[in-house]
């Protein structure tokens, strides 16, 4: 029997421990980062890096520790999420709005979509100026340059998710008698809401990019303020510790956003789930 | 005209829509394509209608004019309406035409919530029509998880659950296999007899036209018109594998094809 080709079922024995490790994705995920910290720390403590630029990660850690238990970096965190909340909402919601309207209407499309069109390649924070002349220096300038931000990305996303709908969901709505707010809201808004939900990711993401710039002016509080401070009076720790929580702040916006969609769109077929046949 | 006028036949019940000098004209530029022209016809309260024809023939242009989905360029159609809070028309699409972001029991609900029927009375006719559909088990399914037969059941039964008085059947089962094909003609059979709405079917398969109408209408090439009108006699209730059986089936079905294929173009 030498030709023979035999395609059993793994053997007893488990992989070793090294390898089930490895093929976790999870874990190389989680490992990989730390790692990076560790040799971080490694060459800091031997001079490798200099310190001025590069402080170790331990020095960086206990600088987050006291700046959180002294209250200061919990009232900058609170005033920029704040700041992006608020801005968020005032993006957003007019984008999610308007997009559908115009998304099934072609003449408010031929209308208003030129204007948009234009103003949506100029880099937001360059536009920061303006609005700090015409709403001053406050809070209201910063949450109009977020909202700003925000819109464009919810708007784009929203109009592309209604005019991609099937049309034959449209057919339905008008057969089965919809008025025009129904339609809006039986088929528009859920067809168009995975779209929805990819406008608000980018947008909160450009939503702290703008906000960390805005926080240079005006303000003695955020996020922004704490890395712009700690370039004047050159305390490195204090802008890594400011930087780590802007990212963190940011992902955990973006998981916060994926679990809210996971909530709202349980319809979206997942990879590898099964039809029940007729 | 060939066959019977069935608009005379005394069996049938009084004229519930009738249809003249209908046109319907589509412009795209340049280009103008006559999708109707001249078109006549008279359908009975109660008949179950089936047009086949070739591609391009007209005959979804109609039944979108009768849903309302588009309007005509010329010519009327005149619909008897019975007690006025029923829907006129649901239809039943082509392709799956399920919202994906409702359950099955939502969507099956679709028209009810629309008109806001009250709760209680909506839930129990989606209840009813899910057992009627063999869909009991899967009112809270999402579409996603279900097969392209099962889906076009949900498509079914919100159309029958809306309770209308004409159901329009565009084509529902062309794109299943054929076992589930027979399967869901039968079922449609079987709702369709409880109810006995006044139904318009369009089809391609000669089988499929036979099986289920009163009438067969043969539409010739554009623009649209009626070829040929035939009566299809066979006794209710029908069980489709052994109507296939029958003589005057094959009968039937040879004169059918004859007709579509002196018309030209075939497909």
């Known amino acids: 029997m030498s030709n023979e080709v035999r395609i059993s079922a793994q053997a007893a024995k488990g992989p070793s421990l090294f390898r089930r490790l490895t093929a976790s994705h999870g874990f190389m995920a989680v490992a990989s980062p730390i790692v990076l910290l560790l040799l971080w720390e490694v060459a800091a403590q031997a001079r490798l890096l200099d310190p001025r630029f590069f402080p170790a990660p331990s020095s960086v850690l206990g600088e987050l520790v006291t700046l959180t238990l002294s209250g200061e970096l919990p009232i900058n965190l609170g005033w920029t999420v704040q700041r992006v909340l608020i801005g968020f909402v005032c993006g957003a919601v007019p984008a999610i709005l308007l997009g559908l309207v115009m998304g099934l209407s072609p003449l408010l499309n031929a209308l208003l979509r030129p204007t948009i069109a234009a103003i949506y390649p100029i880099p937001k924070i360059a536009l920061f100026p303006l609005i700090m002349l015409i709403f001053g220096l406050g809070e209201t300038s910063k949450w109009v340059i977020v909202g700003i931000a925000v819109f464009f990305q919810v708007f784009f996303s929203t109009l592309a998710g209604v005019v991609n709908i099937e049309h034959i969901y449209l057919d339905v709505a008008t057969n089965f008698g919809a008025s025009r707010w129904q339609a809006y809201r039986t088929v528009a808004l859920p067809a168009a809401l995975p779209f929805i939900f990819t406008g608000c990711q980018l947008g909160l993401g450009m939503a702290l990019i703008v906000v960390v710039v805005a926080e240079q002016f005006g303000t003695k509080l955020g996020l922004g303020f704490m890395i712009w401070r700690s370039w004047q009076i050159f305390e490195v720790r204090d802008m890594f510790v400011a930087l780590i929580v802007v990212a963190l702040l940011g992902y955990g916006s973006q998981l916060a956003m994926l679990a809210l969609e996971r909530r709202l769109v349980q319809w979206k077929p997942k990879s590898g789930s099964q039809e029940v046949k007729t | ?251 039937l079905w040879h004169e059918i094809w004859r007709l579509l294929d002196s018309s030209g173009k075939l497909v």
């Open chain 2, 1 to 251: 005209m060939l066959g019977a006028s069935a608009s005379n036949d005394k069996r049938a019940g009084p004229v519930k829509i009738s249809i003249d000098g209908l046109s319907k004209t589509f412009a795209s530029g340049k280009l103008t394509v006559t999708a109707l022209d001249a078109f006549d016809l008279r359908i009975n309260e109660g008949e179950f209608i089936c047009i086949v024809g070739p591609s391009g023939c007209g005959k979804t242009t109609l039944l979108r004019i009768l849903a309302g989905l588009e309007t005509p360029t010329g010519g009327e159609v005149r619909i008897a309406r019975g007690d006025g809070n029923r829907p006129l028309s649901s239809m039943v699409f082509q392709e799956s035409s399920v919202f994906p972001w409702m359950r099955v029991r939502d969507n099956v609900g679709y028209g009810l919530d629309l008109r806001g029927i009250d709760r209680g009375m909506r839930d129990r006719t989606v209840a009813h029509f899910l057992e009627l559909a063999g869909l009991a088990r899967f009112g809270d399914a999402w579409p996603h998880q279900l097969s392209g037969g099962m889906k076009q059941r949900v498509s079914v039964a919100r159309a029958f659950a809306n309770d209308p008085e004409i159901l329009l059947m565009d084509e529902p089962f062309a794109a299943l296999d054929e076992q589930t094909k027979i399967i869901l003609q039968q079922e449609l059979l079987r709702l369709w007899s409880e109810t006995r709405k006044t139904v318009l079917f369009i089809t391609h398969s000669i089988d499929e036209a036979l099986v289920l109408s009163d009438r067969v209408l043969v539409m010739s090439g554009r623009p649209g018109r009626v070829r040929a009108d035939i009566r299809v006699d066979f006794a209710r209730p029908r069980f489709v594998h052994e109507l296939k059986a029958d003589a005057g089936f094959g009968r």
